[in-house]
């Protein structure tokens, strides 16, 4: 069985809703060492979503890198996304 390790450096996503620029995540950084439990937490609306949706690959960061056992999931295309 093999972990997985997640590590998160400066990771932003910025949002554009009408005339306003929300900031959903700023400068994140993360590590989730394999077979540890690690936990996100926050009050609500502070982007632990967001966040996990970065990590998750359904959603792509405007800045930082996102390497999920190794590889590079904030460079990928969207069609190596779906193959993730």
Do not use: C
């Amino acid at each position: 069985m093999r972990g997985i390790e997640v590590v998160v450096r400066g990771v932003s996503k910025d949002y554009q809703l009408k005339t306003t620029l929300v900031h959903a995540v700023r400068h994140a950084d993360l590590y989730a060492s394999p077979f540890k439990i690690t936990v996100i937490y926050g009050p609500s609306g502070s982007g632990k979503s967001v966040l996990l949706n970065i990590i998750a690959g359904f959603e792509k960061p405007d800045r930082g890198v996102v390497r999920v056992s190794g590889i590079n999931i904030a460079g990928m295309s969207w069609r190596r996304l779906i193959e993730y």
